[in-house]
């Protein structure tokens, strides 16, 4: 079972960046379509992005779209959201997710079995 462990996350004024890395104790990391969701106090969790085993495919919400940047280094077995142009928000607890191979357009939480614990982004005004 891939066990998943985010980092990066952090306080930011409104207009910053932030970059989260999410790395995968599996071996077989390669095979994992990877997602990033967020959940913000008192909501459901939301589907940010996700990127194909190969890297060669991603998909956003249209929240983000043009502002995040979904990639993977499988070498490293880690998976980064980069987040620009931050907006209050943004503010939300960040989950990584992983799923064996399926379509990259998978955006409801309960089609990923594995999940990180989470990382807190606050995005001050």
């Known amino acids: 079972q891939v066990q998943l462990v985010e980092s990066g996350g952090g306080l930011v004024q409104a207009g910053g960046s932030l970059r989260l890395s999410c790395t995968a104790s599996?071996?077989?990391?390669?095979?994992?379509?990877m997602g990033w969701f967020r959940q913000a106090p008192g909501k459901e969790r939301d589907f940010v992005a996700a990127i194909i085993w190969s890297g060669g495919s991603t998909y956003y919400s249209d929240s983000v779209k043009g502002q995040f940047t979904i990639s993977r280094d499988n070498a490293k077995n880690t998976v980064y959201l980069q987040m620009n142009s931050l907006k209050p928000d943004d503010t939300a607890v960040y989950y990584c997710?992983?799923?064996?191979?399926?379509?990259?357009?998978?955006?409801?939480?309960?089609?990923?079995?594995?999940w990180g614990q989470g990382t807190q982004v606050t995005v001050s005004s």
């Open positions: 997710a992983a799923k064996v191979w399926g379509s990259v357009k998978t955006t409801r939480p309960n089609e990923y079995p594995y």
């Open positions: 599996d071996r077989t990391f390669s095979m994992y379509t």
